[in-house]
């Protein structure tokens, strides 16, 4: 009777342990550029300035981001940051823009219990808040491990198949081609830290994620705080005019191809997946 009541106990404990678990956790993300243009059809466009817009490109996509979560509940946010002044003059030679991609101010909620999302953005200034179910990772597993930090670190693939969009330049003018590829993404997860969630919408798996990549982005984990004194609250995002991630997909894209007209008759060129540049003032 008394071993019964001390594993009752116990699973009493766990339980509540389990209810109020917490933990921040930050990454670190960044992407390859692989950015090309022909010098002889574009004489204007030398070794220098082709390096410069790749480091860029890379620099752009070199963000901090915090999940804070619970059991079941979780937000993602970027790290805000003060920029530092840049000159005129280099604003005035090259300007590397971001469209669509998360900025600043995105909140992107998660409920895995309910497998649901609500994810806070902005597009040219207007808020949307994009609410949908979670996406379905079909994850295959793996023995192989690594380790991230103090934590040891479970491989887990899936792959999707994507339309990619290629932009060239021929005798002044845009190309874009269009083809479908098949995208492996590649996660990191610990059981440790006993959450199946990630950065982003990535989620699936019995343990943290701490590490994605998809041939192109990578994102890392480089801290974690488990069960921080001061309590986090983890509130889901309200504000913004409520879509679906579809209905939210369709403005966006409608969005750059208004933003890329206006760019072209101001020396501007979109290299997909919402990054423009524009040369000159």
Known sequence: M???????????????????????????????????MSKEKNPGMDDK?????????QKMHQKTFILEFDKYNSTYKQEVV???????????????????????NDVYYKNTQEKRFANQTEIQGKRFLVKDKLQEQTWEMSSETKNIGKYTCYKATYSKEVESKNISIKNGESVEEVKKETIITTAW??????????PGNYQGLPGLILEINDGKKTIVCTEIILNPKEKITILEPKKGKVVSQKKFSKIQKEKSEELMEKMKSRRGMDLGNGTIIKFGG
């Open 82 to 104: 003060l920029k530092s002044p840049e000159s005129q003059a280099k604003r005035n030679r090259i300007r590397v823009m971001s469209f669509g991609g998360s900025g600043s």
């Open 189 to 198: 997860y610990t059981p440790q830290v006993p959450v199946s969630n990630g």
């Open 2 to 36: 008394k071993s019964i009541l001390t594993v009752i106990t116990i699973l009493i404990a766990f339980s509540i342990n389990a209810q109020n678990f917490q933990g921040r956790a930050i990454y670190k993300t960044s992407q390859k550029s692989t950015f090309n």
């Open 49 to 57: 300035m082709q390096e410069e817009i790749r480091k860029r490109i």
